[in-house]
């Protein structure tokens, strides 16, 4: 079975500051990974995923993420927060034989202070 | 617009009533999806449909049932709500194409048992 796990389900920065948001993934088979960003009382937005192909992979936002097999993470970065950034990530797995359905970790707030 | 309608947006429910939630999609997605949110668990899936004409339990199937209508249509019925299932209700779509899995969410669907 496939699952992730998000570590903190808060992450508070400085406007200007990198921004690190932690998933790693359990999967038997070559894993679809996703980030995706919910804004309060919205839906859900794809920042980025990653197939097959190169490793490191530049969503919406300025965000970017690295699939790392080995260590087996798909972590989520920005170089320099801005205040619009604040909202809730998700990170989550998929995979070929999966039927498409799509296996969420539980979500890190993020914070943005001034 | 193209994508995922919810209907309703908000709902009060009283413990034992029934009700359903709609959802439609425009995109010729074959497979649709029902996820229900709550704080610090993420997105869980409840039911999803790989194609019109079938259906299959997610993770968190009991209390709920669902019906492919059509190819575009997605309905989520509770046929006794509890307090337990006070939640914030999505309905996504899907293809899967050689770039992999591309999921189109809808804005959700706020439900209050009480």
């Known amino acids: 079975a496939q699952s992730v796990t998000q570590l903190g389900s808060h992450v508070s920065v400085s406007e200007g500051a990198l921004v690190l948001l932690r998933c790693n993934y359990s999967?038997?088979?070559?894993?679809?990974l996703f980030w995706y960003v919910q804004y309060p009382n919205q839906g859900l937005q794809l920042l980025l995923k990653?197939?097959?192909?190169?490793?490191l992979v530049k969503g919406i936002n300025g965000f970017e993420a690295e699939f790392k097999k080995s260590e087996t993470s798909f972590h989520l970065t920005k170089p320099s927060a801005h205040m619009s950034d604040a909202a809730e990530y998700f990170c989550?797995?998929?995979?070929?034989?999966?039927?498409?359905?799509?296996?969420f970790g539980q979500g890190t707030e993020l914070s943005v202070k001034p | 617009n193209a994508g995922v309608t919810q209907t309703p947006k908000f709902q009060v429910l009283k413990t034992g009533q029934s009700m359903t939630l709609q959802c439609a999609q425009d995109?010729?997605?074959?497979?649709m999806y029902w996820y229900r949110q709550d704080p610090g668990m993420g997105l869980r899936l409840i039911y999803y449909?790989?194609?019109?004409?079938?259906?299959d339990k997610g993770e968190v199937p009991n209390g709920y049932n669902v019906s492919r209508l059509n190819k575009r249509e997605f309905s989520l019925r509770l046929e006794s709500a509890a307090p337990s299932q006070t939640s914030v209700y999505f309905c996504?779509?899907?293809?899967?194409?050689?770039?992999?899995?591309?999921?189109?969410f809808g804005s959700g669907t706020r439900l209050t048992v009480v």
């Open positions: 996504a779509s899907s293809e899967i194409g050689w770039e992999g899995l591309g999921y189109t």
């Open positions: 999967s038997s088979v070559p894993p679809y």
């Open positions: 990653y197939t097959t192909g190169a490793t």
């Open positions: 989550a797995v998929s995979s070929y034989n999966q039927g498409g359905k799509l296996i």
């Open positions: 995109m010729n997605h074959n497979s």
């Open positions: 449909s790989a194609s019109e004409g079938t259906t």
